[in-house]
């Protein structure tokens, strides 16, 4: 059953902005207490880019402070990245991933992982 599936990726020249989603199963949003997006671009390590921790406390990775933002819809089980101001090096695969108990900093460690979006920033 597929609980993670993410959308919004999409081509768009640096500066430009996106905005990608990740839509939970009801189990899957209600049993987490975070929620994250990842990231992995050709030839490197997934890395966390931002997390969403209980109600209301947020992270970032300093790559994209002030340029993210992560945020969620309780009314439609849904996880968002807002992306600004983006650059040719935010291209990457973009996952979303939730857990029950904490932010973890690996991919691996998640028990809700999603297939993934790609989103492309050309110069």
């Known amino acids: 059953q597929v609980q993670l599936v993410e959308s919004g990726g999409g081509s768009v020249q640096a500066g430009g902005s996106l905005r990608l989603s990740c839509s939970a199963s009801?189990?899957?949003?209600?049993?987490?207490?975070?929620m994250a997006w990842f990231r992995q671009a050709p030839g490197k390590e997934r890395e966390r880019v931002a997390t969403f921790y209980s109600l209301d406390t947020t992270t970032y990775a300093d790559s994209v402070k002030g340029r993210f933002t992560i945020s969620k819809d309780n009314a439609k089980n849904t996880l968002y990245l807002q992306m600004n101001s983006l650059k040719p090096e935010d291209t990457a695969m973009y996952y979303c991933?939730?857990?029950?108990?904490?932010?973890?900093?690996?991919?691996?460690?998640?028990?809700?992982r999603g297939q993934g979006t790609q989103v492309t920033v050309s110069s």
């Open positions: 009801r189990d899957a949003y209600y049993n987490s207490r975070c």
């Open positions: 991933a939730a857990d029950p108990s904490v932010c973890y900093l690996w991919w691996q460690q998640f028990t809700y």
